[in-house]
């Protein structure tokens, strides 16, 4: 791996820059545009503005993929037309969805209204912040990132009410109020989900858990828990099976049935967004993130981004089974899907819990072989 | 949240045309609905009487825009009534042909609308495809994909083109199979079962009570279907069986909308094989002169004029793909009909919502509205 971080890059090309121009200026501006706290600033801009520019692409990139994987699951094309194989379709999307107006119902609270998709997009972005996508890709060393990211992961339903109940829209309401029940339902099998992984790597850092995986990928030993936790951020994702809240035949649109254009966008972007994060901390907790295992030849694991890279082929073959999921199933009913998440998905998340703790006990199970980095 | 009242509809996704379904819900659970329909009325059985016999039909299929030649079978066999004519029997088979072709086609649109109801879309896009061959078919001896025009007075416009039972003989076969793959993706699936299993139920007494009749009627245990119990056309020279379920819910239309669309295949391969053996005529010989204009070719001798036609009624009821459509034709004398009276087998499964909607819950309406498989067009007419 190498050392330079995205941090330390973007510092570097910060204090490049100021350097070359201080070198012009004369006396006061070039001690003043050299000065360590402007670079370490500007740094920090340049470094957020990298992250957000790579999160978009990557999000819209998602789309494209799931677009291109429905469309093959259902026997058709998808989009072909705009860029090679409809990879600019995206990108006309968001266009035309960005010079169209935005039409606030009369009755609509103006605030909630607009502020509700807004900050539900801000929220998902945060997190980028925060997950760790190659060793280098980390914004700070913090040793909860795993406890902060679910935190800010979980912001989600608050803003889907605001903005469903501000709209003045019944289908809007139920929308939001079913958003609200579910995710709130399914924050809890997710977080203890989570609980066994921690358990078994030791530590709440996701770079901990990340490098605990390097000679063993925790969804052998904590299948259970990476069953529950899939399925609860099929949940949180609000996709088919789960997607009650914006269920089509019923609500309309759910909870965004009032907005259009830029608005509109902000949530569908969110949506796929939270695709990408929940499909990321599936590869880090369970599939080993950027790190492969042993028997792959350093070749391949040693060019430069190889991480990122690794990482990424990862996400987009789990995003992928949410698609087949999406492209196969039907949809539960509120009370159905309430039901399985407080009767079914807790106990299993807590017998997933045991589990862990007697992998962590026992050390060495010969049915799935021993995990060396285990109990330090 | 205190009771409130919402309209799904006129422009809701669950509704599959144009009506609104007033719904009053408490929390998310349902305590009465209001059905209203109208928005579709283009005043058809106004306009026919001012339309010659032929022309009608083209208003027959825009009665039932996925259901155009039963409807236009329902209205030629009644009108044939009226005018004291008699189709020949080739006419007649490919009359069946085309019920069953457009049976096939309607139940396959349906079972794509159905799906996107419980949340399923890829099931949409095989029934789309498959529909799409089924349409080849017609406009491969109709010449158009969705207003047909096909049927006249005293027989059918015109015979098949040369190679057609062939083609729809491989199309019957693509179909067959896929209907197991459209069985697998529904049933095969556990939350299928949990969304449609028990929900909807109207039980016999019910259906008889309210005259719901089709799939729903079958589906409560009624094995009643006209095309057997009052054979019509050449339906009393074809085997098979009616389609039957006794649970009365969703998945029972369902299972009975899925088992008839095999027996129209079955059906189909017979009414081929015959179409085969049996060339002959397809318009009846002996029709008024003024009958066989503008269109129709006329017959060479036997002319009858108008003034010496004789009067009558017509009445006739067929098995149409949503149930039991009805029609009654007063023919005064003279190139249009006095008045036609149409009867829709959705107006009355609709007017039946109260019954099979109240206790169930918001999201249980689109499946159960699904099942009983609205086409607005006919029921506003």
């Not at chain 1, 997607?243 to 966008?265: I, R, S």
């Not at chain 2, 996107?116 to 001896?141: A, E, H, K």
């Not at chain 2, 010449?143 to 007075?153: D, I, L, Q, S």
């Not at chain 2, 799939?215 to 339906?235: E, I």
Request: hydrophobic share 50%.
């Amino acid at each position: 791996m190498s050392s330079a971080t995205l941090y330390s890059v973007s510092y570097d090309l910060v204090h490049a820059i100021l350097a070359a121009i201080g070198s012009v200026l004369p006396y006061p501006g070039n001690v003043w545009i050299t000065n360590p706290d402007l670079i370490t600033g500007l740094a920090v801009l340049v470094f957020g503005a990298i992250l957000l520019v790579a999160t978009m692409l990557n999000t819209i990139l998602l789309i494209w993929w799931e677009r291109k994987l429905l469309g093959r699951f259902m026997d058709r094309r998808a989009a072909m037309h705009v860029g090679f194989a409809g990879l600019l379709q995206n990108f006309a999307d968001g266009f035309k969805l960005f010079h169209k107006s935005t039409v606030k119902p009369r009755e609509a609270d103006t605030l909630g209204y607009l502020s509700g998709p807004t900050a539900y997009m801000v929220a998902s972005l945060l997190i980028f912040g925060i997950l760790p996508i190659s060793s280098g890709w980390n914004s700070g060393a913090l040793p909860l990132t795993l406890l902060l990211a679910l935190a800010v992961f979980s912001f989600a339903p608050l803003f889907i009410f605001v903005s469903a109940w501000s709209s003045n829209n019944k289908y809007s309401l139920m929308g939001g109020m079913r958003s609200a029940a579910q995710m709130i339902a399914y924050e809890v099998p997710l977080l203890l989900a989570v609980v066994a992984v921690v358990i078994v790597a030791g530590s709440f850092d996701l770079t901990t858990i990340v490098y605990e995986q390097q000679n063993y990928w925790f969804w052998g030993p904590l299948f259970l828990a990476l069953i529950v936790f899939v399925a609860a951020m099929l949940a949180e994702m609000e996709r088919i099976p789960f997607d009650l809240p914006e269920a089509e035949a019923e609500l309309v649109e759910g909870w965004n049935t009032e907005y259009g254009g830029m608005l509109f966008a902000f949530f569908m972007f969110t949506d796929y967004l939270r695709a990408l994060i929940g499909s990321i901390l599936v590869v880090l907790l369970f599939l080993g993130g950027w790190t492969m295992p042993s028997w792959v030849p350093a070749a391949a694991t040693s060019f430069p981004l190889a991480g990122i890279v690794w990482l990424m082929v990862k996400t987009y073959i789990v995003f992928a089974l949410f698609v087949w999921v999406r492209a196969s199933l039907p949809r539960v009913r509120t009370d159905q899907l309430l039901r399985v998440g407080w009767n079914r998905m807790i106990p299993l998340a807590l017998l997933s819990i045991f589990l862990a703790a007697v992998l962590v006990t026992v050390r060495c199970l010969p049915a799935f072989g021993c995990i060396p980095s285990l109990g330090t | 949240m205190s009771e409130m009242w919402i309209n799904m509809g006129p422009q809701h996704p669950m509704t599959h045309g144009l009506w609104n379904l007033r719904v009053k819900i408490d929390g998310e659970v349902i305590v009465d609905v209001d059905p209203e329909l109208g928005y579709l009325h283009r005043g058809i059985e106004k306009i026919s009487e001012d339309r010659h016999y032929n022309e009608v039909v083209t208003l027959m299929d825009r009665t039932c825009y996925v259901a155009g030649l039963a409807w236009e079978h329902l209205y030629i066999i009644a009108s044939e009534k009226a005018l004291h004519i008699e189709p020949p029997e080739r006419a007649e088979y490919l009359r069946v042909m085309c019920e069953e072709f457009q049976r096939l086609g309607s139940h396959i649109m349906w079972f794509s609308a159905f799906v996107v109801d419980i949340g399923l879309l890829t099931p949409l896009l095989y029934g789309m495809r498959d529909r799409d061959l089924v349409l080849d078919l017609f406009q491969s001896y109709t010449g158009a994909r969705m207003t047909y025009e096909y049927m006249r007075v005293g027989g059918v416009r015109n015979d098949l083109p040369p190679g057609f039972t062939d083609r729809a003989r491989t199309v019957l076969d693509w179909l067959m199979a896929r209907f197991d793959e459209y069985d697998k993706l529904t049933l095969g699936s556990d939350i299928f079962h949990k969304r449609c299993d028990n929900l909807g139920i109207l039980k016999a007494n019910d259906c008889i009570a309210h005259g719901v009749t089709g799939p729903m009627l079958r589906s409560a245990g009624v094995k009643r279907d006209l095309r057997k119990d009052r054979p019509y056309a050449a339906y009393d020279r074809v085997e098979f069986d009616v389609a039957g379920a006794d649970s009365a819910d969703v998945t029972g239309r369902y299972l009975v909308r899925m088992e008839e669309m095999r027996q129209s295949v079955r059906i189909l391969r017979q009414v081929l094989d015959w179409l085969d053996r049996n060339p002959g005529p397809v318009m009846a010989r002996e029709l008024p002169r003024w009958l066989g204009a503008p269109y129709a070719p006329v017959g060479r001798e036997g002319y009858l004029l108008k003034r010496n036609y004789p009067k009558g009624v017509g009445f006739s009821s067929i098995e149409e793909p949503h149930g039991e459509a009805q029609a009654y034709i007063v023919n005064e004398g003279g190139e249009h009909p006095y008045r036609v009276k149409l009867k829709s087998p959705v107006f009355s499964n609709i007017s039946a919502a109260r019954q099979y909607l109240v206790g169930y819950r918001v999201a249980d309406i689109p499946p159960i509205m699904g099942s009983v498989d609205v086409c607005i067009g006919e029921s506003d007419r």
